[in-house]
């Protein structure tokens, strides 16, 4: 079982609609958890850190589930500018500051 | 502007041909990485530094070396170049600041081992 798992889609959605994101780490002991955005081809870019207790910046809301152990992503108002790949990341509970990445869910906004 | 560049961005080369992919970051971080990107599989660590003389396996460390001999460069040295490793390596950098774990990202090298 991968450590970090997401739904790579594409999730094809048109412009303003909802879209949410899961996605599952197996490491219960991860401390910490990010979702960044990978334009195509270009370097990853952090999107927003993830709260145990949920946060929001602006149409990105992030949620985090430990006992479930799962994290979303939902994107309101979707812009055919957030067409990206979105990875979730987890820090492992080790003292080396190592990532464990997702291998990505892809979404285009179609106008 | 504070950035991590790479050098080269593309490369294609053949089998065991000695090659260098070089990382240099302008922000004073302590903390520099590699990673290999491919289809399906995500970001997977190489090698990381926590410093200066610093340096660690990540999680798919075969085939690699690295060193770390200033703040700034993190060179990767594949001696042995082979098809397996042909793939998008990215380099990364980040401050060792408490709980600041976020990383700066190079634009990525896209190496193809014929």
């Known amino acids: 079982r991968k450590e970090v798992e997401q739904d790579p889609g594409p999730f094809n959605v048109p412009e303003g609609a909802t879209v949410a994101f899961n996605c599952t780490y197996s490491?219960?002991?991860?401390?910490?958890f990010f979702w960044y955005r990978q334009d195509c081809r270009k370097e990853p870019k952090l999107l927003m850190s993830v709260y145990s207790s949920g946060n929001e910046d602006g149409r990105f809301t992030a949620q985090l589930n430990r006992a479930s152990q799962y994290i979303s992503l939902l994107i309101r108002d979707s812009k055919l500018s957030d067409s990206a790949t979105y990875l979730c990341?987890?820090?492992?509970?080790?003292?080396?500051?190592?990532?464990?990445f997702g291998s990505g869910t892809r979404l285009q906004v179609q106008p | 502007e504070a950035q991590v560049t790479q050098n080269p961005r593309y490369l294609i080369t053949v089998t065991g041909k000695k090659l260098t992919v070089t990382c240099s970051q302008n922000m004073n971080h302590e903390y520099m990485s590699w990673y290999r990107q491919d289809p399906g599989l995500g970001l997977r660590q190489i090698y990381y530094s926590m410093n200066v003389e610093v340096t660690d396996k990540g999680d798919v460390p075969e085939g690699y070396k690295v060193s770390r001999k200033e703040k700034r460069n993190f060179p990767l040295i594949l001696e042995s170049p082979s098809p397996n490793q042909t793939s998008l390596y990215f380099c990364?950098?980040?401050?060792?600041?408490?709980?600041?774990?976020?990383?700066?990202f190079g634009p990525g090298t896209r190496l193809t081992v014929t």
């Open positions: 990364a950098s980040s401050p060792r600041r408490t709980g600041s774990y976020e990383q700066y």
């Open positions: 990341v987890v820090k492992q509970g080790t003292g080396r500051r190592a990532l464990t």
């Open positions: 490491n219960s002991a991860s401390q910490s």
